[in-house]
């Protein structure tokens, strides 16, 4: 499978930190400043051309995640061909800085199910039934 990939200026091309990654690095095109508590967007300027039956994430990376307090989560569906723009968060305590070709964010190719709904009067009992958060204990 070939993910087709289009880029803007200055923009650089997704990769894979070693050939097994699930993830492809996405990088930043810009120096910006995400301020403490705050988030930024960033337009990476890179375009994909994700096949039917297909999805891509946008996943943390866990180093940011860990060292910088950084988050950033989305998602790109097959047919959408505009420009991967991320929010990242910062949920830290002091601004960080981030500068044009830093690694910004990573994005993973998945299957997807594309089950066709169906309206029911019920569903079906199950043992946790509408059991919520906390349900199942420690």
Known sequence: MKLRVLLDEGARMPLRAHPFD??????????????????????TGVHVEIPEGFVGF???????NVKK??????????GYTGPIVVK???HGDEDVYI??????????????ALPELELAESLTETERGAGGFGSTGR
Do not use: H, W
């Open 22 to 43: 699930a993830g492809m690095d996405l990088f930043s095109r810009t120096d910006t400043r995400i301020p403490a508590r705050g988030s930024a967007v960033f337009d």
């Open 88 to 90: 990242v968060y910062n």
């Open 58 to 64: 946008i996943k943390s990376k866990s180093g940011l």
């Open 99 to 112: 500068c044009a070709g830093d690694k910004l964010t990573q994005l993973v190719i998945l299957p997807v």
């Open 69 to 78: 307090n950084l988050q950033a989560e989305g998602v790109i569906d097959a």
